[in-house]
């Protein structure tokens, strides 16, 4: 199975077409022909009823799909290897085309074929750029502004678990940049942090960044936060014996979710106070 029938795979089983469309995908992605046809059937369903069809609307137009097929990876995982493979196969076919006019015309021609070449290679939309060409699947935009109007509770991002501010920002989204400026010693790191701590409770590993306080500090922050204990005497060592007890389920909670977690970053955020 090649990564394109993964990801199609991927995408109806989630039933979430928004990655596809977000990465600019189209139709020449897909080289097998029942893939190209599947990705259009999908691509037309959602700008006519703005949600991804459901598996007997997929089997009703195309009975030999197999919706047996359990794909474990992200979806976009399966988007970059994708890429990956076109991306590949078209610069080496640059290089063989370059070849042959450096054989036939000289070095100068085939320079001028090989940047052309390499210049396709991104107008086919084979790049790892988040860069998104307005011009293609303006319908598919406004059927997910519909999408949202008929669930107004919905976001665009992931929640801080503050609800005012969630509701101006419509959650948090990948690739936003958000300062947060006030003066010094007024709880910007605090809140920062409550909100890394919120999403982590959600099941996303989030990175903290911090000029204002060191690694040891940070730790400290965020265990008093997790367990709800007194920073002060977490820090001075003089908790009371049943804070004592909280702070061992605390620890107890965090041994059982690190396996899950370490050395990944599901949201690239990046706390920094200033």
Sequence with gaps: MTNETRLLHKAIADRNLSPLFSRNITDNWFRDDNDRRLFQFLRKHFASYSECPSITAIKENFPNYDDQVVVDDKIEYLIDAVITNRRREATIKVVEQAIATLDKEGHEEALVAMQGGVAAI??????????????????VRYQEYLDRKNRPDSMLGYATGFPSIDQTLSGIQKGQLIVLAALPKTGKSTLLMQMALNMHAEGHSILFASLEMTAFEQALRYDSMRSKLAYQRLSTGTMTSEEEADAVKMISVMDSVKSDLQGRCDIPLCFQAL
């Design 122 to 139: 991104d107008q086919e939309g084979f790049s790892f750029s988040k860069d998104v060409d307005l011009t293609v699947n303006a319908e």
